[in-house]
């Protein structure tokens, strides 16, 4: 192979990391490069047709399966790809930042798969975007150890007991604005991380027995899988390895995704190995496509809405049916819990709730589902465990019980909780804590016992705008307002800086974190994604 061209790609207003040049080679920005002259004018388009088709959403106040792709979900012949070995037994999913301590920790969880987060449990700093890479590399290269301020040292368990990586890029609606072309423009996060990664690493893993495997986040529409498709297709092209190598999971963790499970299967075919249920993110994009569809929209605190909300249960049924219809794992959602190190009680109360959630999905037919600690490896293998066996997973559970209408997946108002006061305060203090951290490069924060990452920002401020806009009255008789809002807030940031003290609030970002929640949660025009205002204020 002959050497790259000078890429037309410049890195700006970045300070220079070590080894940096070891991930930004010219082989590697060439690459990029290509990706961005390719496929960023369609990734355009296709955030274009994202607002037009929320345009559509604001007329009609419904959504419906799509009657020109009706053919595709008729036809009872089709399947994805065979699950790669790495890939067949997905019982426990750990989550997690690819820091250097948390690489190790979760590829060391005896989860089977390490969800390794460029997206929504990462800060894009540019740090986190290129040492990220950096910690994936040397982990496959075993070259990888960390040794915490208080000295307790961390290392790689032996191969085969280590966790498969799945790696998740960023959505394509966020740009990297680092890396620009000749004419300034930045290139799609997604296409930096997806690039980055596969280019160093897809001959690399291919030689360990395993592959590329990411998880895609934020997908609207079939179409979006489409690009995706196109983009494997090229990259495996590219580098010379078998077209089928690459393998994705999509997360359903869209309202407008949750019609077209069976098309976004089909556009990836060769490439797909499964879909997941996104909770959090779900109950944000309700939020943000029916916000003006009037009270039967209107959704209780989100501690309220659990999985086994009617409507939830339908999309979570229709996500297992879909997959196991087609060939394809159904990845269950998050136990968000962080075990106290100081209150057994809670712990007591939360690995009971764990376990319940667990035992419903592998009851329901999930293949897999996801934890955010390694103390809750162990509950969600038993769970797993107790229904699956020896098998990998059960695939072979078709769900053909299940019928789901396309009224159902938006039955909001069949939930008997109403929004509370309490609910306005918690959204409050998670929005102003995340977005604090998410300010000094943190994307995963533990916060009252929960790991809360973007997904549960943007619930939060999306439920003050919604109870607002919709002139909610709590049970204390009280109504949301911006007025009660900027109150409760105000009342959250002098609690912080009681709790912190002077010295330590200074030195933090609260009231810049405090004045971007009440930005996004009451101002009259709704921004699509809280992290795109966030992203101009990140430093780094």
């Known amino acids: 192979m002959s050497a790259p061209a000078p890429s037309p790609l410049a890195i700006v207003a970045a300070e220079p990391l070590p080894r940096q040049g070891e991930v930004l080679t010219d082989a590697a920005l060439a690459f990029l490069a290509e990706l961005h002259r390719r496929f960023t004018p369609r990734r355009d388009e296709l955030l274009a047709r994202r607002a037009e088709r929320r345009a559509g959403i604001a007329r009609t106040s419904t959504l419906d399966f799509l009657p020109e792709t009706a053919a595709i979900r008729a036809d009872d012949s089709w399947r994805v790809g065979p699950a790669p070995e790495a890939l067949n037994d997905r019982r426990v999913?750990?989550?997690?930042?690819?820091?250097?301590?948390?690489?190790?920790?979760?590829?060391?969880?005896?989860?089977?798969?390490?969800l390794a987060d460029f997206e929504d449990a990462s800060a894009p700093t540019w740090e986190n975007v290129i040492l990220g890479q950096l910690n994936l590399?040397?982990?496959?290269?075993?070259?990888?150890?960390?040794?915490?301020?208080e000295g307790k040292?961390?290392?790689?368990?032996?191969?085969?007991?280590?966790?498969?990586?799945?790696?998740?890029?960023?959505?394509?609606?966020?740009?990297?604005r680092h890396l620009v072309d000749d004419s300034g423009t930045p290139v799609p996060g997604a296409l930096v991380d997806f690039g980055l990664y596969f280019f160093h690493n897809a001959q690399r893993l291919l030689d360990l027995g395993k592959g590329p495997y990411f998880y895609l986040p934020k997908t609207e529409s079939y179409l979006e899988a489409r690009l995706w498709n196109d983009v494997f297709v090229f990259a495996q092209?590219?580098?010379?390895?078998?077209?089928?190598?690459?393998?994705?999971?999509?997360?359903?963790?869209?309202?407008?995704a949750a019609y077209e499970m069976e098309e976004i299967l089909y556009e990836l075919r060769d490439h797909a190995s499964g879909l997941n249920a996104g909770r959090w993110d779900y109950l944000f994009s309700i939020v943000k496509n029916f916000r003006d569809g009037g009270p039967k929209f209107v959704l209780p605190d989100r501690n309220a809405v659990t999985m086994t909300a009617p409507f939830m249960r339908a999309y979570?049924?229709?996500?297992?049916?879909?997959?196991?219809?087609?060939?394809?794992?159904?990845?269950?959602?998050?136990?968000?819990?962080?075990?106290?190190?100081?209150?057994e009680e809670v712990n007591k109360v939360a690995f009971e709730k764990v376990k319940a959630d667990k035992d419903r999905e592998a009851r329901d037919g999930f293949d897999g589902s996801w934890v955010a600690h390694p103390d809750l490896v162990p509950i969600a293998m038993a769970s797993f465990d107790a229904v699956l066996g020896e098998?990998?997973?059960?695939?072979?559970?078709?769900?053909?019980?299940?019928?789901?209408?396309?009224a159902d997946l938006i039955a909001i108002d069949s939930l008997d909780a109403k929004p509370t006061y309490a609910g306005l305060v918690n959204a409050v203090q998670v929005g102003i804590r995340y977005i604090e951290?998410?300010?000094?490069?943190?994307?995963?924060?533990?916060?009252?016992?929960?790991?809360?990452?973007?997904?549960?920002?943007?619930?939060?401020?999306?439920?003050?705008?919604?109870?607002?806009?919709?002139?909610?009255?709590?049970?204390?008789?009280?109504?949301?307002?911006?007025?009660?809002?900027?109150?409760?807030?105000a009342e959250e940031l002098a609690a912080i800086r009681a709790e912190l003290g002077d010295e330590a609030f200074e030195a933090g970002n609260w009231q810049q974190a405090h004045d971007l929640l009440l930005k996004v949660s009451l101002d009259e025009e709704y921004v699509d994604f809280l992290t795109l205002p966030a992203y101009e204020q990140l430093t780094g």
């Open 237 to 256: 092209d590219y580098v010379g390895i078998p077209q089928g190598t690459v393998r994705a999971t999509v997360l359903i963790e869209t309202i407008t």
């Open 437 to 489: 951290a998410w300010l000094r490069g943190l994307g995963a924060v533990a916060i009252f016992n929960l790991m809360e990452d973007a997904a549960t920002a943007e619930i939060s401020r999306s439920q003050i705008w919604q109870w607002i806009n919709a002139g909610v009255e709590f049970e204390n008789g009280e109504k949301a307002t911006p007025e009660l809002a900027r109150k409760v807030a």
């Open 391 to 406: 098998r990998p997973n059960q695939k072979d559970r078709l769900r053909e019980d299940v019928d789901v209408k396309a």
């Open 316 to 343: 979570t049924e229709l996500l297992v049916r879909t997959c196991h219809k087609r060939g394809a794992h159904a990845i269950g959602g998050m136990a968000a819990f962080i075990p106290s190190r100081r209150d």
């Open 153 to 176: 040292s961390y290392a790689l368990k032996p191969a085969e007991e280590l966790a498969t990586v799945v790696m998740r890029p960023r959505g394509w609606h966020l740009n990297e």
């Open 93 to 114: 999913e750990i989550t997690g930042p690819t820091d250097r301590k948390m690489t190790i920790n979760a590829l060391n969880s005896g989860a089977k798969v390490w």
């Open 137 to 149: 590399t040397d982990a496959y290269e075993r070259r990888i150890d960390f040794t915490s301020p």
